[in-house]
């Protein structure tokens, strides 16, 4: 690796004084340089912030995660989650991901929509109903998780609705375990592994159950999918299993979060939704732009490649921080403004890469959208004096990868 132009700042936005907002960090790297280099625990990589490098890379085939070829200088985590093929190359993701795409069909996620708004719905019955006597809903807790844990754990896998709070446990410690290696305190990789390995085995039991007993989930689909003849062993559905468990659960319970809050400190932007519901797709779309779910990924050469004017050997890693590029004023203006009109119309802004781009564009996308929209909408038609509490800031999960809040509790009787 020919390393990068030596930077005017230091790439410190993992570090813990920058958790809740490492947006101001990722600028002054951003404004800086185009690459900087970044030690990893004892393994050097390049970190890339500006959208031209992001989607450059995520877009080319030069780059991937080599575990399968041997080259990747990080710590290699896949082999956790056997059948995951978020960190798989070409051949291999390209099969796993053909077979999944059929079960995550256009027509198959917008039959899911009614169940999403009637789950919706009654998770703000429960939520509204509690709330007359404290004035107060958690978004997170009383309606992010649960109709993540009723679509991805309940309509997508098929878990018993009395088993789907342990999945929320287990999701949450394998969440915070695909974090790079070299970024996570010990206990945290002990955490991963123990969850990793019991819901792994309670999935291997309900794969064999619904071989047998299939049901009306996707779970069951995917036991039944075909392409060319190909099928997925059992290996292969738990690992996606927990992939979709993780990414799904996720992805969904942090964009409803983090959307929701942007709408609460922006009451202007909150009216205009209100005013023009129309605008609902384009404020998913700023939302994950302006804050997204997933703040960077991890790639590895493989091949000698050029990539902002710097040369990469085979086997050099770098980070690709996806949320710093929805904030490059050379691409978006006015970019740490929150503009939920940014996305609408005939030419809206570039396309971001809040579900990243090329061959790991994310498959859950289209639900994690519905879920979106049902629980935004919902909230916002049913509280009409939704606000922020004032008591404490919102508290950050632990993850770097994933951003995601704890608790959103907000005030529902204005």
């Not at 404004?31 to 989607?55: I, K, M, N, S």
């Not at 899911?112 to 107060?136: C, F, I, K, M, N």
């Not at 896998?157 to 305190?185: F, H, K």
């Amino acid at each position: 690796m020919t390393p990068p132009t030596k930077a005017v700042v230091e790439f410190d936005a993992f570090e813990p004084q920058h958790h809740a907002d490492p947006y101001p960090s990722y600028a002054r790297v951003r404004e800086a340089t185009p690459a900087c280099p970044l030690l990893l625990g004892d393994v050097p990589v390049t970190v890339f912030t500006r959208y031209e490098e992001c989607a450059a890379v995520l877009q080319s085939p030069d780059w991937g995660h080599g575990y399968a070829a041997g080259i990747s200088p990080f710590r290699e985590q896949g082999a956790l989650i056997p059948g995951s093929f978020v960190r798989m190359d070409p051949p291999d993701h390209t099969r796993f991901r053909a077979l999944v795409n059929k079960a995550f069909t256009p027509r198959t996620v917008a039959a899911l929509t009614p169940l999403v708004e009637r789950v919706v719905d009654e998770l703000l019955d429960t939520a509204l109903e509690q709330a007359r006597s404290t004035g107060r809903l958690d978004v997170i807790n009383d309606l992010a998780v649960p109709l993540a844990l009723a679509m991805i754990g309940g309509r997508v896998l098929g878990v018993p609705e009395a088993d789907r709070p342990v999945l929320r446990e287990w999701e949450l410690a394998i969440a915070r375990g695909t974090d790079p290696d070299e970024l996570l305190p010990p206990e945290a990789v002990v955490a991963r592994g123990l969850a990793a390995r019991e819901c792994a085995g309670y999935f291997q039991r309900l794969v064999a159950r619904r071989r047998t007993d299939p049901a009306d989930d996707l779970l069951s689909e995917l036991i039944r999918v075909e392409e060319r003849g190909d099928t997925l062993t059992e290996p292969e559905l738990v690992g996606i299993c927990l992939l979709l468990l993780v990414a799904g659960m996720e992805t969904s319970i942090n964009l409803v979060g983090n959307a929701v809050l942007a709408l609460l400190r922006h009451p202007e932007q909150q009216a205009l939704l209100r005013a023009r519901p129309e605008l609902m797709a384009s404020t998913i779309d700023e939302a994950l732009r302006y804050d997204a779910p997933t703040q960077f990924t991890i790639r590895v050469a493989l091949t000698d490649t050029e990539v902002a004017g710097h040369s990469f050997a085979r086997g050099d890693g770098v980070v690709v921080v996806t949320a710093s590029a929805g904030r490059d004023g050379a691409v978006y203006a006015d970019p740490d403004r929150f503009d939920i009109t940014r996305f609408h119309g005939p030419r809206p802004a570039r396309r971001h890469l809040g579900f990243s781009l090329g061959l790991h564009f994310c498959v859950g996308a289209p639900l994690a959208r519905v879920e979106a929209d049902a629980a935004i909408g919902g909230l916002l038609r049913r509280v009409p004096g939704l606000a922020l509490t004032q008591e404490v800031l919102p508290e950050y999960l632990p993850s770097l990868i994933h951003r995601g809040l704890r608790a959103l509790p907000v005030v529902v009787d204005g």
